[in-house]
């Protein structure tokens, strides 16, 4: 795995969160919060800010299929929303990567750790965001430990040619 910063994003319908790595490609932890902009798409530029700001190597979005592996109106959100980053980041890549459960765990994670529940709205995508992240570290290190071939972890869809030409996001 090559160095550099890693930018991770769980994108919801309300919010989305921002987590980044260490230069080493070593731990993941929260940025910020950011409240989906719709109409004026400033959480795009803003995330795109923070991609460029902190000269991140590659993106991680999160993509929320179901337990039994099917895409759903989610899918689609997260797949347009990774489309409209890349388009505002290339050449950074942008990589869509399974992300089952992630936002359970936080949230599970936050309320063990005696977060109340409106402090846990406010946190619990920056902590989906960092379990997304910190998920593809662990897999793309472990594959480069073993020799295996750098890319999509299991279950990932890859984007290492993402859209610097296009635009898009591969599927």
Known sequence: ?????RVGVDVGSVRVGVAASDPAGVL????????????????????????????????????????SGRDGPAVAAARAYADALATRVAPVPVRLVDERLTTVVA???????????????????????VAILQSALDTARARSETGA????????????????ETGKVPE
Do not use: K, N
Not at 31 to 50: H, K, N, Q, W
């Open 107 to 129: 949230e599970q994670q936050l309320r063990a750790a005696g977060h109340a529940s409106r402090a846990r709205r406010r946190v619990v995508d920056q902590a989906a965001a």
């Open 1 to 5: 795995m090559a160095a550099g910063v």
């Open 28 to 67: 993941a932890t929260p940025v910020l919060t950011l409240s989906r902009d719709f109409r004026g798409e400033r959480d795009l530029d803003e995330l795109a800010g923070i991609v460029a700001e902190r000269a991140a190597v590659e993106v991680v979005v999160g993509l929320p299929r179901s337990l």
């Open 149 to 164: 071939e750098d890319g999509a972890e299991d279950g990932a869809e890859t984007g290492a040619e993402t859209g610097a």
